[in-house]
């Protein structure tokens, strides 16, 4: 079966440009690439009847568009079904896309939250955090100890352990959203 949720995943991370976290770019971008990655999905005859009897009963599939695509003679049904699929696969690859982008819009306010009574929530200085977060495929501190982690599947490395910085880093969407930073040191 064809888990357009995955390729959906995949979408998100490919359109990832940089580190820092632009959310009204990357909904442009997904909305833009989402024609590339449903035809992708929609090469062979089998994956288009796949994609057809999972996701066309789904609330978001756009099963109205490929009308505007002309008539089909009866011997081009195999066009025809590739061209209801794709419509079919484009809409449920850019809902499951947005998705997982509200899931990073959480997760960078959850990034807020979490940062507050570590480093400050004054306005200047959760600007200059937002503008500071960083988004990895992976996570960045690696394999790297770290003290704890909350609900939301956050980690905390709060020992100076990161060469003497400190950082949380939140997991969503198949990616790392992060921010770390070198504490302020106390005089002595």
Not at 71 to 94: L, V
Not at 106 to 126: I, K
């Amino acid at each position: 079966m064809i888990d357009l949720a995955d390729i959906a995943k995949s979408l998100v991370a490919d359109c990832i440009d940089g580190d820092t976290l632009d959310l009204d770019k990357l909904r442009e971008d997904i909305s833009e690439r989402s024609f590339d990655a449903a035809e992708s999905a929609c090469i062979y005859t089998h994956a288009c009847a796949d994609i057809i009897a999972h996701y066309e009963g789904n609330p978001r599939a756009d099963t109205d568009g490929a009308d505007d695509c002309g008539t089909f003679k009866p011997s081009q049904y195999r066009e025809a079904m590739q061209c209801y699929a794709h419509f079919i696969a484009r809409s449920i690859i850019e809902a499951e896309a947005f998705e997982l982008l509200d899931e990073l819009d959480e997760a960078q306010e959850h990034l807020v939250d979490a940062l507050a009574p570590l480093v400050g929530d004054c306005t200047s200085a959760r600007e200059a955090h937002e503008s500071a977060f960083r988004l990895s495929r992976d996570c960045p501190h690696g394999w790297a100890a770290h003290n704890r982690e909350d609900d939301a599947g956050a980690c905390y490395w709060l020992s100076h352990q990161l060469d003497g910085c400190n950082a949380v880093a939140v997991p969503a969407a198949g990616v790392w959203l992060s921010y770390t930073w070198e504490p302020a040191r106390i005089a002595a």
